[in-house]
């Protein structure tokens, strides 16, 4: 689900799994960071401070993690291409739509406990309230409005 498309950049909400309330990719369509030019760079800047200030305003995320992994391209046998992780973390309890998100590994890198299907994060939201999260955060989406 889409938040934000420019030329250089498109801002996808991660509707397959909120596991971190917030979560979203940053995409470009370049193949490596060295192709990105410095107008790019601006912009990723800029969408990447306007994510925080959704996520503080909305969930009170308490810091956010911002990582580029393209392992898995080379891996699956895919074109790479530049994209972002941009995911909120949270020190404390979330009450979104009577339910209590909880940041399980707050302080931790957030890959750490992804391959454990015991360890990893849950993700705790319907397909319906991931759209209502989405829907929030598109409706305060304020960058080039």
Known sequence: MNLYKSKNWEVIYV??????VGDCIISSNKESLSELTEEEWI?????????ERISN???HATMFNFACLMN???RDNEKPHVHFHFIPRYRDNLKLFNKVY????FGYNFWK????????QKDI????EKI???EMMKEEWSMYE
């Open 57 to 59: 305003k909305l969930f």
């Open 72 to 74: 898995n391209a080379y």
């Open 43 to 51: 912009e990723l800047g800029k969408l990447e401070k306007e994510l």
């Open 125 to 128: 939201f319907t397909k319906e």
């Open 102 to 105: 909880h940041d399980k590994h």
């Open 113 to 120: 406990w992804a391959n454990s299907r015991f360890k990893r």
């Open 15 to 20: 509707d397959w799994c909120q596991e971190f």
């Open 132 to 134: 209502k999260i989405y």
